[in-house]
T-cell receptor, first 116, second 113 residues
Framework: EAGVTQFPSHSVIEKGQTVTLRCDPISGHDNLYWYRRVMGKEIKFLLHFVKESKQDESGMPNNRFLAERTGGTYSTLKVQPAELEDSGVYFC??????????????FGQGTRLTVV | LAKTTQPISMDSYEGQEVNITCSHNNIATNDYITWYQQFPSQGPRFIIQ???TKVTNEVASLFIPADRKSSTLSLPRVSLSDTAVYYCLVGSISSGSARQLTFGSGTQLTVLP
């Protein structure tokens, strides 16, 4: 069974450019989460999808970040325009049931974003 | 949000048992305790989850005292490949929101030969 897959694994872009990160969850998992770790900081929650709907997007830092999950399958996270402080590792996770309900969330390997 | 406190780092030797304790003094009644492991350049990986007393799986054991204000992850006979960061998370069932789960700083475990 394929795990959570993220593309690209690395991305280096200039300040002001746009970058789109993609996450393919485990097939059949309705719940999809985005997290990120900026340099030297803790892993922070960004948002949570249940199928194609945003269950909780309270962790999104600002309106330069846009997440979508068309058809309830894969998800994209777009940063436009990117700023230097957006550099970090972006993780995607998926789970069959809502996390913390005695279930397990599976993480992808992350996308390392560097804004120069 | 239930805040967790863990040691920043720990060293151990191969073959030893390692116990990592996490404090979560304001844990809520419905919160579960979950531990994740993370290797460099990889995403966090689920290890074990529990609510109270003791839970054991093929990888680790989780000890939770009656007051649930702390928990201890026990790794039996560690090997070099167990070198990783270990995170303790405390989450709410009632909210069902992943925002309630914060990773904290984690504990860097280094296993020495």
């Amino acid at each position: 069974e394929a795990g959570v897959t993220q593309f690209p694994s690395h991305s280096v872009i200039e300040k002001g450019q746009t970058v789109t990160l993609r996450c393919d969850p485990i097939s059949g998992h309705d719940n999809l989460y985005w997290y990120r770790r900026v340099m030297g900081k803790e892993i922070k929650f960004l948002l949570h999808f249940v199928k194609e709907s945003k269950q909780d997007e309270s962790g999104m830092p600002n309106n330069r970040f846009l997440a979508e999950r068309t058809g309830g399958t894969y998800s994209t996270l777009k940063v436009q325009p990117a700023e230097l402080e957006d550099s970090g590792v972006y993780f995607c996770a998926s789970s069959q049931d809502g996390w913390a309900q005695n279930t397990e969330a599976f993480f992808g390997q992350g996308t390392r974003l560097t804004v120069v | 949000l239930a805040k967790t406190t863990q040691p920043i780092s720990m060293d151990s030797y191969e073959g030893q048992e390692v116990n990592i304790t996490c404090s979560h003094n304001n844990i809520a009644t419905n919160d579960y305790i979950t531990w994740y492991q993370q290797f460099p350049s990889q995403g966090p990986r689920f290890i074990i989850q529990g609510y109270k007393t003791k839970v054991t799986n093929e990888v680790a054991s989780l000890f939770i005292p009656a007051d649930r204000k702390s928990s201890t992850l026990s790794l039996p006979r560690v090997s070099l490949s167990d070198t990783a960061v270990y995170y303790c998370l405390v989450g709410s069932i009632s909210s069902g929101s992943a925002r309630q789960l914060t990773f904290g700083s984690g504990t860097q475990l280094t296993v020495l030969p």
